[in-house]
């Protein structure tokens, strides 16, 4: 709720004080940010009657000098350039500058030096840097998200590039907080390394004044950790209403296409809206799994059906009356219900055609359970069924190869084999390349739950208990790493402090940033430990947010920059 | 939150630069200077009541040949902030009727014409202030995906959204007070029935059981025509009230769906907004001549009928 809150705050703060008709400006990063807590309806009662793009506005020509300019852009240097343009060319009567974070002097003077006209009213950095889509989750929606693979030698500046943008996030998250926190990051990632580093420089050294909050008893924590830590977590398949719409079809700041989906329902729009502030069905059900949901569903179809019954039965004049009132509500639980059933319908079609409740199965039972032999032969056998598509295949390799790296070399090597050969479109190497990069000498956490003998013997109880849903059974290790917080226990070698930094007890506030990306299950995961009431509250972010799709696509990219790059080196 | 103000970082940077080009452009910078200054403390100093502020009215000295100055809006900028002023009436009216809504409800032993006047006076008012910004608001409506086609057509949903939820509210409010006058109504005749029956039972003389009928008949029918005509306000105001709402909800954004996202609506333009204009103009149309209308074909075609009749009586005979 914090982070929603904020950035909502933070554009009310825009508005309210300029009077009369308006127009935002937003650039291709603040539109995500601003869209995903504020309505077209709201903009509309705050007098803002028009939203532009920074890049469209410089093409029109037309002079609109009744309205005043709102901007609310990155300070880029490529905004710093448009803006130049257009301050030197103004079309509005007043220009309001707003930044989404800190602004270097050189660009002031830039942009003053434009300012001929003397249009600029005010500059203000009003740090919404961060897309906050759920109460404690945060994406930065990286497009170069990849980059955290690639060692630092190959592309030094791509590297510094994705370093910056995430450092940039990070403060404006704790600029919004207003909290300064003490820094950990994971020993194993020099990205993570890296990236903690800097944050450190800038809160503590360049900005510090600006990060001088009032400090209460037990400062926050950050802890700046590496996706390549918990592979697994990205490759599963997912079966709670809110990750498994990202896996299956694709959730994008909030919002699904259904583009792709062949036949809808009339009445039904291409791109409809998930999201728990605004739908309350979606907020009790997103992290409900897929057999609960579809009883839910009936139970609303049910409910809608029969309010739309009374509605046909009109009878007296007060009928007729009481109908027309309230049919706004009607229409918009008409719409509800049309965009539910519309997605658990397709994710039914998808599972069925994809036979992902088999594939499923194994893929838990390499993440949770033991047994290298029984696990190669559901592997292999699934690599020879035929309507298993070439992705899923893919994913199974991955699985076995992460967990069972070690044991029994030839049928792995047998598994590369007979994937290379049943999957055409297959980059040889890929699943090499993810051992490299997550194998088990890269990997801090106890993935596996089979490194200490504590957890192999906590294991074996799992096993002997059974669990209530095969499907779900897996715990992201960041739960793990969530309990060790808690308990007060997260190991100083794996997790070292920044510099000089010292944390005295448990922290009250945690923030969690996981380099490449995080995923709908792992914020699941968050909100319910926020859920538990443990008197810690942890906030989950990260560069993009992943499913397998796009997990799959960044090491490929990263696969394929890295041996440009040894052919260059 | 923190923020953090860059404003006198910037502008001292601006007057260094501008004296720094001072040297080079002569008195031109002079006099974009004074205006300007005049218009920023001014658009600061001024207070924001509501929502709908107008727009700065101070008029700039230069002549609109300055782009950057506050200039002279377009014109449809008047129909809007007409709509709005309209809007203001219509919510104080709002408010007047409640309360002459309230006194007609009173029970009162005279007759409560002069009330009952008032209300149906203000009603009349509030619809036509209604209409009125309606009939304004379709002079907003425009084709074209240009900016200023974008923005009117904001303009236009906003007020739309206003207009909408005050007729819900004038509606609820008539069909309330209708309600609550059958009741009251229905009240007496229930006295009515009382007194006929204690007229029945009792052992009164006939005169008294005369007098007592016939003032029960006055009453009966009396009763019967107000219940009549009432129902009939009800039967209308409900058809209006459909109209109404069939027609605006075309305009106004559900809150919730794709349509009520910045970044779908920056991305498409929506051309929903010209199909309901396009209705509502034709909703007022029949709204205001649909009955008429109804009894005019009417009669023309029974007219004709007559007529071909004739002509057939005269050719058969």
Redesign the interface.
């Known amino acids: 709720m914090v982070l929603v809150t904020s950035v909502r705050d933070y554009i009310n703060r825009m508005l309210q004080d300029i009077s009369g008709m308006k127009v935002l400006i937003l650039d291709s990063e603040t539109v995500s940010n601003v869209s995903i807590v504020y309505s077209q309806s709201e903009l509309l009662q705050k007098e803002v009657f028009l939203v532009e793009m920074i890049d469209s506005i410089s093409v029109s020509k037309e002079s609109m000098s009744h309205l005043k300019a709102v901007y609310f852009i990155r300070p880029t240097s490529e905004n710093i350039q448009k803006l130049r343009y257009q301050l030197a060319h103004p079309r509005f009567g007043e220009y309001h500058l707003f930044f989404s974070n800190l602004l270097k002097d050189t660009q002031i003077h830039i942009l003053a030096d434009s300012d001929e006209q003397e249009v600029v009213q005010q500059v203000q950095e009003y740090y919404a840097d961060f897309v906050a889509g759920d109460p404690y989750h945060f994406t930065l929606n990286m497009a170069s998200n990849h980059l955290y693979m690639i060692p630092a030698v190959v592309d030094p500046s791509g590297l510094q590039r994705f370093s910056d943008r995430v450092v940039d996030g990070i403060a404006a998250v704790f600029l919004a907080l207003k909290r300064r926190p003490v820094i950990r990051y994971q020993r194993t990632s020099d990205t993570a390394k890296r990236i903690a580093q800097e944050t450190a420089k800038l809160m503590y050294q360049h900005e510090s004044a600006l990060f001088d909050f009032r400090r209460t008893e037990s400062s926050p924590l950050l802890l700046v950790i590496d996706r390549r830590d918990d592979p697994v977590t990205p490759l599963l398949n997912q079966w709670t209403y809110q990750a498994m719409v990202h896996e299956l079809i694709g959730l994008q700041d909030n919002k699904v296409d259904l583009k792709a989906i062949g036949s809808l329902p009339k009445d039904q729009q291409v791109e409809v809206v998930l999201s728990s502030e605004q739908d309350a069905f979606f907020k009790s059900n997103m992290y409900e799994n897929f057999g609960d949901i579809g009883m839910n569903i009936k139970r609303m179809v049910d409910d809608f059906q029969q309010v739309a019954k009374s509605n046909q039965n009109i009878q007296t004049v007060e009928d007729m009356a009481r109908f027309v009132d309230n049919y706004p509500e009607y229409k918009k639980m008409q719409g509800n219900v049309s965009k539910h059933v519309t997605l658990v319908t397709e994710m039914s079609k998808l599972v069925e055609a994809r036979k992902l409740m088999m594939v499923s199965q194994t893929e838990q039972d390499l993440a949770c359970n033991g047994g290298q032999g029984a696990a190669y032969e559901a592997v292999t056998n699934l690599l020879n069924n035929e309507s298993v598509s070439d992705i899923d295949r893919l994913r199974l390799v991955m699985l076995y190869a992460l967990r069972y790296e070690k044991e029994n070399p030839v049928q792995l090597m047998q598994l590369f084999n007979k994937l290379a050969s049943r999957s055409p479109k297959y980059k040889p190497g890929l699943v090499q390349f993810l051992l490299k990069q997550a194998g088990v000498e890269k990997r801090t956490g106890d993935l596996f739950g089979n490194r200490d003998l504590l957890n192999i013997a906590r294991n074996m109880a799992r096993g002997l208990k059974g669990v209530e849903n095969v499907y779900t059974q897996h715990q992201p290790l960041l739960f793990q790493t969530m309990e060790s917080i808690t308990r007060g226990r997260l190991r100083d070698v794996d997790y070292p402090f920044v510099g000089d930094h010292f944390q005295q007890g448990r922290p009250q506030e945690v923030v969690i940033f996981m380099v490449g990306g995080t995923t709908y299950e792992e914020s699941r995961s968050v909100a319910l430990q926020n859920a538990t009431n443990s008197g810690i509250r942890f906030i989950l972010g990260g560069s993009a947010v992943l499913n397998s799709k796009r997990f799959l696509k960044d090491l490929e990219e990263a696969q394929r920059i890295s041996r440009s790059g040894s052919h260059m080196v | ?7 006198t ?3 001292k ?2 007057d ?3 004296s720094a ?1 001072a040297p080079l452009s002569l008195s031109a910078s002079d006099s ?2 004074g205006p ?1 200054i005049e218009m ?1 403390s001014g ?1 600061f100093s ?1 207070s ?1 009541h509501s ?3 107008p ?2 009215s101070d008029d700039p000295g230069p002549s609109s040949s300055d ?8 014109a449809w ?1 008047d129909d809007s902030e007409e709509v709005t002023f309209n809007i203001q009436k219509v919510r104080d009216k709002m408010g007047e009727l409640s309360k002459a809504h309230s006194k007609a409800l009173m029970p009162t032993f005279g007759d409560n014409k002069g009330i009952q006047r008032e209300v149906e006076m203000l009603i009349h008012d509030i619809t036509d202030l209604l209409r009125n910004s309606e009939k304004r608001l379709q002079k907003l409506s425009t084709r074209g995906l ?3 086609s ?2 009117r057509k ?2 236009q ?2 007020l739309a ?1 206003d207009l909408q939820s005050l007729s ?1 509210e004038l509606r ?1 409010k008539q ?1 309330t007070y209708l ?1 609550r006058l059958q009741q009251q109504k229905e009240g007496q005749d229930g006295i009515d029935l009382e007194f006929n029956m204690n007229g029945k039972m009792s052992r009164l003389d006939e005169e008294d059981e005369l007098g007592g009928s016939t003032i029960k008949m006055k009453k009966g029918q009396h009763v019967s025509a107000e219940r009549e005509r009432e ?1 009939q306000q ?2 209308g105001s ?1 058809n209006d ?2 109209q109404i ?1 069939k027609d605006l ?1 075309a305009l106004v ?14 991305q498409n333009v929506s051309t929903s907004v010209e199909e309901g204009f396009k209705q509502l103009q034709k909703a007022e149309r029949t709204q205001r001549e649909g009955p008429m209308v109804k009894c005019a074909t009417i009669l023309l075609i029974l007219c004709f009928i007559m007529i071909v009749l004739l002509v057939l009586k005269n050719i058969l005979l």
């Open positions: 939150m923190a923020t953090r103000n860059r404003t970082v910037y502008r940077h601006r260094a630069c501008k080009r974009f200077g300007v920023v658009s001024r924001n929502s709908y502020a727009l700065n782009a950057f100055t506050i200039g002279m809006p377009p900028v240009s900016e200023e974008n923005l904001n303009v949903r906003s959204t819900m609820r069909s309600k129902i009800v039967l409900v009230l459909a709402m909800s954004i559900d809150q919730g769906t794709i349509v009520d996202r910045i970044d779908y609506n920056v």
